[in-house]
């Protein structure tokens, strides 16, 4: 078929592709798509229904780098402009509704990544990153927030994979090996929020209190997983249903774990996308677990979804929002102590970077996460503090009852606030938004306030600076709380000057926080400490708790400090495999591979074991665990070695950073150097001057 195509003379502007919204409103996209995996390509086609207000010369939709097949206007073939970065065609010269047809042609280098792992069946999958990246790259859409748009997909996938996408399944059937998934929306929202998953899905379904339909999948292999990777998930729907005050505004709510997902988590609408590194097992759920993720990408269905900030000037109506409602909801379920240590730890963080210069005010669109996520979540704190817990809930709903399905302005939510209160709030917009200083010291007086342990604190700090830290009676401090948060505090901070007696005390708790810290903090385990007490068999005991990160830095530490006993703490530890990145697992491997003397006749298979490990098969974080043990105790094969050189384009960018910067590192290596350019034979052209760009860096 014939491409149709015509030339616009186009005068570039600022507005160049901005749409007129006055004259246009996009309403609902009916798109099909069919991905594919082999080419990594987007087929699609479908309906863009839209209303013309006013008159205009051309209409414009974001769409890169795409090759359209075939473009129509109420049901006739009209000629269009293809940049490479949009779509566009002329207006019609009627007002009122119109429909536009597209067929299309894809090939995203980003927002779809196609994910393959060979040694599972079942293994592959298909996800979606819209926010940052653009969903205009894999659907003609729009990069711009202000345009909310209803969204029906339609998936066509292999019938043995499950498809998730926003909306409500209403429609499903197979043909010739292929599955056709019907999604449906009701209600508009911006482009980056469109999403879908293709993969070997099972999910456990519950239902809120309010009758909505929550979905939980997880991978067939992770079946055991699903409680504590999803514990709480109803208590965090039904609170933050009842605290915000409005009642969840889309028809169901979905949460997929995917491989190599490039954040925690993303908000999309009624598709929350995670990583699966989340999929944890009871014991990982001490130290690290989803339930904060999980109440942030809800929270965001309403702070985001339901309301959109007009730009980045506003991201904090995003971000600063979620981070205090994930606050509250854990505030919920794990107390008040929780709820304020947790304020504590991000208030130094934001104070010292203050100090340092290194303060940013929340109007600034180019704020980096700490400011827009933990300074945001403190600013909302002390509105709160301000206005009073009822006037700041119903402004709250208020606000988003008002903008529903609209953007706002940071002014739009103060309106609603300064009326739900009758105060004037200029003085806090200057002091908490748009000031870079973090102000210390009304969040020190909150905390005192709201805290006993934490107000033990400040007291103690104060000391310090009028004595000694030697004089400081640390065991009085220790028996004037209950609170583990504290005793953890004390001894993450103060560990080498502690008395014996008060770390023998620690050893005794049966708070495994408490017990964490010791193996995380004290820096020796046999040396005298004011006493010739020994430590070592209450150390030992650490290799017992159920905590994998208690574990990990135990059996370093009693490794490289007793090496006549090596043998006995491998032998303990050698069923245990740790976190989703393998933590546990691969420390031990690298121990067995210095032990000499431990299990010789299996030292070939526990080679191989550890470098199987930089395999694309596993994910990111395992992979990039298994490099940096591999190059330091030079172990790393030819395979691991080609494996670290296609990681250097992986899309996760932080992995792909650290792949580049330990290549290089290898590379000074004159015989590691040798052996890259060996291997380098074998990768195509492409690849072998990306290899040598960097090697020689």
Known sequence: MRLIQFTFLIFFTSTLFAQEQAAVDFTKISMEITPIFDSKEIWGSGTYNFELKAKTDSIFIDAVNMTFLYVS????????SNSGSNLAFKAPEKLGNHELFIRYVAKPKQTVYFIKRKSDVGSQQIWTQGQGKYTSRWLPSFDDMTEKVEFDLTLNADEEYTVIANGNLTKKFTEDGLTNWHFDMTKPMSSYLAAFVIGDFAKKELTASSGVPLELYYE????LKVEPTYRYTKEIFDFLEQEIGVPYPWQNYKQVPVQDFLYAGMENTGTTIFSNTYMIDA????????VNVNAHELAHQWFGNLVTEENGKHHWLHEGFATYYAYLTEKELFGEEHFYWKLYDTAKTLHNLSENGGGEALTNPNANSLTFYEKGAWALVLLRERVGDKAFRKGIKKYLEKHQFKNVTISDFLVGIEAASNQNLDDFREKWLESEVFPWVEVKEK????SKSLALVFEMEEEFRRIKSDDIDYEAYWNRTNSNYFKQYLINKHHRILPITLINQA???KDIKVRQALATSLYSISAPRKSTIELTSKFETLLNDTSYTTIENTLIKLWSTFPEKRQAYLSKTGHIIGFPNKNVRLLWLTLVLLTEDYRPDKKQDYY???NSYTSPENHFEVRQLAFQYLSQINAMSDKSLFNLINATEHHVWQFKKSSRNLLRKLSESKTLKERLLSISESL???????LEKIITK
């Open 507 to 509: 050893f005794l708790s």
């Open 283 to 290: 014991t990982a759920f001490v130290d690290k677990n989803y």
């Open 608 to 610: 191989l074991e550890l």
């Open 73 to 80: 206007l109420d049901r006739k073939q009209i000629e269009y």
């Open 220 to 223: 067939p292999k992770d079946s």
């Open 447 to 450: 905390l005192k306030k709201e």
């Open 684 to 690: 195509n052209m492409e690849q072998r001057k990306a």
